[in-house]
């Protein structure tokens, strides 16, 4: 992990992690790093790209989330960014979901080893979640998971009343959310203003795509 620009990027957002905090950070990126020599988990293996597409991309998303969310991540792969939230968001209860189990055995390694007690990794479909828990969570996220328009198909069950759905996108977030507006609106969401960025060492343009249910 490339604690200066970890460091830089947390200063920018306006956030305040601990030491025990950094230190889970780079942990993470280390033990991905040891599980993916065994199996595949991400094609992202360098210290610099590592640190901006896992950490501090996943970070975006913290100025946007509530005290006490229950948050869930669709497609959570090997965590991202269903476990930097778990890390750096303690007061919320986080759950991810993905269809491939070894990506949650890795989920789940990694909240024993770091004793996170606030996320809840689960192996399955997003479908048959939505019929047990629907409603369930405050804050329904996932980050390069398909279309826009599947999203929002899948997450809007699962939003609770005045909950929210965030989509982390490209830079063509806008306006992929643009030509879906009549649709989102359809589902009972409103469209709230994209938050745009720039990831650090021009790693990338990206977008928060955020809808709110109505009441």
């Known amino acids: 992990m490339n604690r200066e620009l970890l460091h830089k990027a947390v200063a920018k957002l306006g ?3 601990t030491e ?3 230190g889970a950070c780079g942990l993470l990126l280390q033990e991905l790093l040891r599980w993916n020599k ?5 094609a992202i293996t360098g210290r610099d790209e590592m640190t901006i597409k896992h950490l501090i991309d996943s970070l975006h998303l913290v100025p946007e989330i509530e005290p006490g969310e229950r948050i869930l991540d669709i497609g959570s792969g090997a965590g991202f960014p269903a476990l930097v939230l ?3 968001r303690p007061d919320c209860l986080v759950s991810s979901i993905d269809a491939v189990g070894k990506k949650i055995s890795f989920q789940k390694h990694i909240s024993r080893l770091l ?5 809840e990794p689960l192996h399955g479909r997003v479908e048959l979640l939505a019929v047990d828990r629907p409603g369930g969570f405050n804050l329904v996220t996932s980050r390069a998971f398909s279309s826009l328009e599947l999203f929002v198909k899948l997450a809007a069950p699962l939003v609770s009343a005045n909950g929210r759905m965030i989509s982390m996108r490209g830079a063509d977030g806008e306006q992929e959310t643009l030509s879906l ?3 989102i609106t359809a ?3 409103v469209v709230e203003p994209t938050v745009n960025y720039c990831l650090p060492m021009k790693m990338g343009e990206r977008s928060l795509v955020i809808m709110r249910k109505h009441c």
């Open 38 to 42: 065994k199996i595949n988990l991400t």
């Open 86 to 88: 778990a890390i750096v």
């Open 181 to 183: 507006r009549e649709s």
């Open 20 to 22: 025990q905090q950094y």
């Open 187 to 189: 589902t009972g969401f």
């Open 115 to 119: 004793k996170l007690e606030n996320i």
């Open 15 to 17: 956030l305040e992690l």
